[in-house]
């Protein structure tokens, strides 16, 4: 006789010894059963992007020496299809790694999107699996997708308001910046920071420095404040020559900091500014001054 090959030995603790119920489509709420990992549809707008196989491997090795301990979260949709509403981590190690034809769910009643993307929200908030670029994506896609305000999400998700404000203002970052954030090279306090810029080449460059030049979330702080005194007196002076300008923007993409020209007559002062010691080497190893 062959062993069956099943979800191991954590199913007892959720289905008791009779056994999990199969799918016959008419499974009551609450009730947890056995359904085709087939059968199964992600959600499009599921907020978690970002799966570590490494992760997921443990994972799976977990699922297969101790048994599925907390059951998938799945809504019927039409033609005996299911939304997953929870547990994605897990369907990707049975599905994907373990290979099992099935899966434990449990159904739960909840008919609208909104109410089924909040439900996912929460899972992945309270298991803490999301980077910031994610909740921050969950929270606009609340706002733009569901028509949710600010309020209504900082209520539903029991958090304050400018925890949802200060996410959208990071999710309205340039990508090159989110996508620093998402691999790690940039924590979401300083991502946080540099959102108070208003120009989005200035929010490159100063992420650049952080993730590249080391800088904590003070000097990131103190280089937004700079910055934003700096723009603020320069409108109040004379425009400069378009030339001087150009020549400005080629400089900061080179050193990846700012620089700024005074040209007076063709006479005048290039400063460059750094925001650490990490930071000036690596401009002066750029400007190609060699080592004392």
């Known amino acids: 006789m062959t062993k069956q090959r099943g979800l191991g030995r954590g199913l007892a603790s959720l289905i008791g010894p009779s056994g999990p119920k199969r799918d016959s489509g008419a499974v009551a709420a609450d009730a947890v059963w056995e359904l085709a990992v087939e059968k199964i549809a992600v959600s499009p707008s599921q907020p978690r992007k970002r799966f570590d196989p490494g992760e997921l491997n443990n994972l799976a090795q977990s699922i297969k020496d101790h048994g599925l301990m907390e059951p998938l979260v799945v809504r019927r949709l039409e033609g005996g299809a299911y939304r997953l509403i929870a547990g994605e981590r897990r369907l990707r190690a049975i599905r994907d790694i373990l290979k099992f034809p099935v899966a434990l769910v449990r159904l739960m009643n909840t008919a609208d999107d909104a109410g089924a993307y909040l439900l996912t929200l929460e899972e992945n908030l309270q298991r803490a699996d999301l980077n910031p670029i994610e909740e921050a994506a969950a929270y606009a896609e609340l706002r733009d997708g569901l028509g949710m305000t600010q309020e209504e999400i900082a209520g539903r998700l029991h958090i304050s308001r400018s925890k949802v404000a200060n996410a959208l203002r990071m999710f309205a970052l340039p990508e090159e910046v989110k996508e620093l954030v998402r691999e790690g090279k940039l924590d979401g306090s300083k991502a946080k920071a540099i959102a108070g810029l208003d120009n989005p080449i200035e929010q490159i460059r100063l992420a650049r420095q952080a993730a590249e030049g080391g800088l904590n979330a003070r000097e990131v702080e103190r280089a937004v404040s700079g910055n934003r005194k700096?723009?603020?007196?320069?409108?109040?002076?004379?425009?400069?020559?378009?030339?001087?300008?150009?020549?400005?923007?080629?400089?900061?993409?080179?050193?990846?900091?700012?620089?700024?020209?005074?040209?007076r007559n063709g006479r005048g002062r290039i400063i460059i500014d750094y925001f650490s010691v990490g930071e000036a080497q690596r401009i002066l190893d750029l400007i190609g001054l060699p080592p004392e």
Do not use: C, M, P, W
């Open 230 to 263: 700096s723009a603020g007196s320069g409108g109040r002076g004379q425009r400069k020559d378009v030339n001087i300008e150009s020549l400005e923007e080629r400089l900061r993409h080179y050193f990846g900091s700012k620089v700024t020209i005074s040209d």
